[in-house]
């Protein structure tokens, strides 16, 4: 069956397999739109609660009112399920990965009002690699959902198109920063373009690709929901999981079992895992 995003991405598969990257405008239904703004505000809750309760103002990359990575959690929540295994991403997913899907991470990431703190330029893929060299994989596909309206002004995501970095079958090495803890992969001079979407829109791109993101000067919070899949088991050198693959599509036909999902959670997933780092 054809549907209004299946022609709006294979409109743009040309630019996603040449630049890295596609926007879909308001692909996201209304009611997970509602679902996943609860949602973040739900897991915004729950990690203050537990950050109060260790006498922490910061966790790892996360900053008390700042701003927000939480990671890997959907299998606490009765409905993110519906939206990250359902027909848009599927869709989505189909199109731009093949037939054989899994998810292999998904995180908010929340940008507190009037807040700094943008991100350096790096490839998703960037941080995979730096962290088990030795382990190849094949691209992945990185979907940045809005959950706001999104600009230059609250800190939206800038994308640095392939035929502009030479990253369309590469990985670029990647220097750590210490003061950030950001892996930087890019310093030159190109701005990259900004991706200027409505909320109800999703920007997927490649895990090759070269992206930043910028401050939010606004007096509201900008809210993203990533969900990241990808069309092998991504595995460490030594053989264990890389993050998460969670079955999705096989053939072309969702298989995902979210009953099996919830009571076998340890299939799919390394318990160990550290989110790979996106923004």
């Known amino acids: 069956m054809t549907t209004q ?3 709006d991405i294979e409109a743009q598969k040309k630019q996603f397999f040449d630049e890295g990257y596609v926007i879909l ?11 996943l703004r609860e949602a973040c505000s739900y897991f915004i809750s729950e990690k203050d609660k537990g950050m109060a309760q260790r ?34 991403m599927a ?18 990431v929340v940008k507190g009002a009037e807040v700094g703190m943008s991100f350096s330029w790096h490839q998703d893929s960037g941080y995979v690699h730096h962290d088990d060299p030795n382990a190849g994989h094949k691209p992945y596909l990185t979907c940045w959902c809005a ?12 994308i640095l198109p392939h035929s502009k970095a030479g990253t369309h079958n590469t990985i670029i090495p990647h220097k750590h920063d210490p003061d950030t803890n950001d892996l930087i992969g890019y310093t030159g001079g190109e701005p990259g373009i900004p991706m200027i979407v409505r909320a109800g829109s ?33 595995r460490r050198k030594a053989g264990n999981l890389w993050a998460q693959a969670v079955p999705f599509l096989k053939d072309g036909e ?13 299939e799919y997933a390394n318990p160990k895992v550290i989110s790979p780092l996106t923004e």
């Open 55 to 88: 006498g922490v103002e910061r966790e790892g990359l996360t900053h008390k009112g700042s701003r927000y990575f939480i990671a890997n959690q959907y299998r606490k929540h009765a409905r993110l399920h519906e939206f990250i295994f359902g027909e848009v």
């Open 25 to 35: 405008d308001r692909v996201i239904p209304e009611e997970h739109l509602a679902m």
């Open 202 to 234: 999703i920007v997927a791109f490649s895990s090759y690709a070269f992206h930043r993101s910028g401050a939010n000067n606004t007096d509201k919070m900008r809210r993203i929901y990533l969900a990241q899949y990808s069309a092998e088991e991504i």
């Open 147 to 158: 959950l706001d309206d999104v600009d230059e002004r609250n800190g939206t995501v800038y």
């Open 91 to 108: 869709e989505l997913t189909r199109a731009l990965l093949g037939p054989e899907v899994y998810l292999f991470n998904e995180q908010w």
């Open 5 to 7: 995003i299946t022609t």
């Open 254 to 266: 969702n298989v995902y079992d979210h009953e099996y999902d919830i009571t076998h959670a340890e």
